[in-house]
């Protein structure tokens, strides 16, 4: 099975979108097509060989549509560079079409607004009796709005035509067909009455047009288009952002000489310079120098980090001082930055389980809304021209019909949720938290579990020197660390690199050693000016075994230090909790979240770590294999469960549960597995994970609901609901700034989450 994905062109509303993926999905040879209104792209999947794109052109022709391939590109560190060629280009399309709407609502807008004037003043003549009259006569005002009206149908209009003859031709109806039948209904309508009194007398109708309403409603229909339009294209600007990180050239020294080559030139195990407030250009591993680079962008870490040789960089970043030089270990696609495009593009791709609803009511909206207006026209020819004049009640079933067609936009229900997504996971990715896809966001709003791992997770994954403690209080406890670093030394065990760098952090010197001997299970001895010195674990017959026991009970492994076979002192080891630990545990707790450790390590050292960081409930000495058991135990007890770990030893807890939160820290195989992935910060970023898919999912029901509503509200009042209690109809006029508005509103609610503090 293989996925492409196409960029599409010609689609303006939730129905296209709707009809898009309809004819798709009926295509053999296609397994799957998700068409995202928000993005303007398709996602199909294909079984065995691919059908053509000139196959899938030639279908969606017919309805007005067209696929452009994305295609990856063939050189190895060409991808990259072609996805912001691409983007740039994208965005530069948009921006053109966008210039494009722009032109017609400058056109159409004025004459709108001055019809609109003078419509609410003929209104207000007729209701007040002190308001004066038109400035002009009405029966000039009807033929200089048939020419403005005609030029708007027949010009500015032309798209919403375009809808109904697609509608005839292929039964596909869109936003289009429904505005098209419906100005061209009211402006039919009133040229006949015009041009054809002989009619107008038959049907005993009054003189009056609808030359106005077809105006206002186009001009104002395409002011909500732009607007909406416009606030779409500012939802793409997490992965702008990102994609203008990477830099355009890198200096790279080649033959004996520096040189700057265009990025794609780069290759890997190139050796690349890097000056100060310059960007790193791809990723690899620093060879000589050392700086402090600004990784906030990519990590979501507002304090640069300092760096030196063998400590790994990520292209994108920036060099806030010093110069270095590093061998380039990634490029073009593979490169961190360009993966986590990938994966925010993808994300921002894909469809929440919520959004489901929408898709749905979409597929049906148009079809049944033209039933409702047609059943409206009927009506009150039928049944309102019982109690009122036939005259009043053409005239009524007109502007009804009308004024369905034209509120009842379902491009609000068609952006709901697809813009609080992309934004929502682009503001994730500002925050170093990526998201993989919309379901695992919908998923994590409901998470009331979070599942960690101990190691790397809650603690730092490493150990380190906790106390040294002399058994005669006239040694000097710097001695002990002394001669046990001087004899660690020879050794590679990671306890012995633990008591090196605690001797380094203090500045001791080390003695010479010699006659050194590793004693495999036991520790290690040496010879340090002519005495016998030994580093080993402790027995059941040292005489401090209760403060040894003490220290144990906490979680830490003890060393004994020896002179001529009699214990002077002994130093405690620990892998330590994090910083962060304690404060991203009460974050979650404040969310209504239950916080368990998940650990290998034995129960007295996992309930120690615990205890400081206030963790709800520990369990202990379970094998990684049974990790997974354990998270669906907690799963069958109802509980929606977030696992967070390494990405690596947990994979089978990861994959289960309800979400998997990968602590990445650089490893790649997290990045690819997990739902939700955190670049850096350590576990307070779970809480914020949290904090921005509840909020998301908030927007995204918001969004819903005023999508609903404006049409539950909105079609009845069109269709004169109003009018048999309180003698009140509304114009098609307002009907087109509602639905201008819904679409506007659902957008820009979107956008809030933009402002949103995690």
């Known amino acids: 099975m293989t996925t492409k994905t196409y960029s599409v062109k010609g689609m303006h509303c939730a129905s296209c979108a709707a009809i898009i993926t309809k004819k798709l999905s009926k295509v053999e040879g296609i397994e799957k097509a998700d068409v995202n209104l928000a993005t303007e792209k398709a996602q199909l999947e294909f079984t065995g060989e691919a059908v053509t794109d000139d196959a899938l052109n030639e279908l969606l022709g017919k309805y007005g549509y067209g696929l452009v391939s994305e295609q990856p590109p063939a050189t190895p560190s060409a991808p990259f560079v072609d996805r912001k060629a691409a983007a740039e280009k994208a965005k530069m399309e948009k921006e053109m079409e966008l210039q494009a709407q722009l032109a017609k609502v400058q056109l159409a807008l004025p004459i709108a607004l001055m019809v609109f004037i003078l419509m609410m003043w003929d209104i207000a003549a007729r209701s007040f009796p002190s308001m004066p009259g038109m400035p002009i006569p009405m029966a000039l005002f009807n033929i200089v709005s048939m020419a403005l009206a005609t030029y708007m149908v027949f010009r500015i209009g032309a798209p919403f035509l375009h809808g109904i003859v697609m509608f005839v031709q292929s039964g596909a109806a869109s936003m289009d067909t429904l505005i098209g039948i419906g100005t061209l209904t009211a402006y039919l309508y009133s040229t006949v009455i015009t041009l054809m009194p002989e009619v107008r007398e038959l049907l005993r109708v009054p003189n009056y047009t609808y030359f106005d309403t077809t105006i206002v409603v186009i ?37 004996g000489a520096e040189v700057e080559v265009p990025l794609e030139q780069v290759q890997k195990g190139d050796l690349i310079v890097v000056r100060p407030g310059t960007k790193v250009p791809v990723d690899g591993t620093i060879t000589e120098g050392s700086s402090s680079i600004g990784e906030s962008m990519v990590t979501g870490e507002p304090v640069p980090v300092d760096k030196t040789v063998g400590d790994p960089v990520i292209g994108g970043t920036i060099n806030r001082q010093g110069a270095f030089v590093f061998t380039a270990s990634r490029v073009g696609e593979e490169t961190v930055l360009a ?117 790397g997770t809650i603690t730092t994954g490493t150990p380190s020197v906790t106390d040294v403690l002399p058994f005669d209080d006239t040694v000097d406890p710097e001695k002990i660390l002394q001669l046990a670093a001087s004899i660690e030394n020879r050794s590679e065990h990671p306890l012995a690199q633990a008591i090196l760098a605690a001797a380094k952090e203090k500045g001791i010197d080390l003695h010479e050693v010699t006659g050194f001997e590793a004693l495999e299970g036991i520790g290690v001895k040496g010879t340090i000016d002519g005495k016998n010195i030994s580093v080993r674990k402790p027995d059941s017959g040292d005489s401090s075994r209760s403060r040894i026991a003490e220290l144990q009970q906490q979680g830490k492994t003890v060393v004994i230090l020896e002179e001529e076979g009699a214990p002077l002192g002994l130093v405690a080891l620990s892998d330590t909790i994090k910083t962060e630990a304690a404060d991203a545990v009460k974050a979650l707790h404040a969310k209504g979240v ?86 850096q910060g350590g576990i307070r970023k779970v809480a914020q994970s949290i904090t921005l898919a ?65």
């Not at 001009?219 to 830099?247: D, P």
């Not at 490893?667 to 939700?676: C, F, K, L, N, R």
């Not at 909105?714 to 003698?727: C, E, Q, S």
């Open 594 to 679: 239950k916080v368990i450790m998940l650990t290998g390590d034995n129960k007295l050292a996992a309930n120690f770590m615990a205890r400081q960081a206030g963790i709800d409930k520990v369990i202990a000495e379970v094998l990684p294999q049974e990790k997974a058991d354990r998270v669906r135990e907690l799963q069958q007890q109802g509980r929606k469960v977030a696992m967070a770990g390494d990405g690596i030893n947990d994979a089978p807890a990861l994959a289960l549960a309800d979400v998997g939160i990968a602590m990445a820290t650089g490893t790649d195989i997290a990045i690819e597995s997990a739902g939700v992935t955190i670049l």
């Open 694 to 758: 509840r909020a998301t999912m908030r927007v995204i029901r918001q969004n819903l609901f005023w999508a609903f509503i404006y049409n539950v509200i909105g079609i009845p009042l069109a269709a004169g609901a109003l009018y048999p209690f309180f003698g009140i109809f509304l114009n098609p006029v307002f009907s087109g700034v509602a639905m201008a508005g819904s679409s506007v509103s659902v957008v820009t609610n979107s956008l809030r989450l933009k402002a949103k503090k995690l």
């Open 339 to 455: 993966r986590i495009i990938a994966m925010v593009e993808e994300a921002q791709g894909s469809k929440a389980p919520i959004q489901n609803i929408a898709d749905r009511i979409a597929a049906i909206f148009v079809p049944a809304v033209l039933v409702i207006a047609a059943l409206t026209f009927i009506l009150w020819l039928t049944v309102g021209s019982l109690f009122i004049d036939f005259s009043t009640a053409l005239s009524f079933g007109i502007m009804g019909m009308v004024g369905i067609l034209v509120i009842a936009c379902p491009c609000a229900l068609g952006l709901a949720t697809p813009t609080a997504i992309i934004v929502g996971i682009g503001k994730g990715a500002e925050y170093g938290i990526l998201i993989r896809n919309a379901q695992s966001l919908e998923t994590l709003s409901t998470v009331d579990t979070v599942v960690f791992d101990k190691t």
């Open 219 to 255: 001009g104002f229909v395409l002011l909500g288009k732009y607007l909406e339009a416009r606030s779409k294209l500012k939802t793409g600007e997490a992965i702008e952002k990102l994609i203008g990180l990477q830099a355009k050239s890198a200096i790279v020294r080649r033959g």
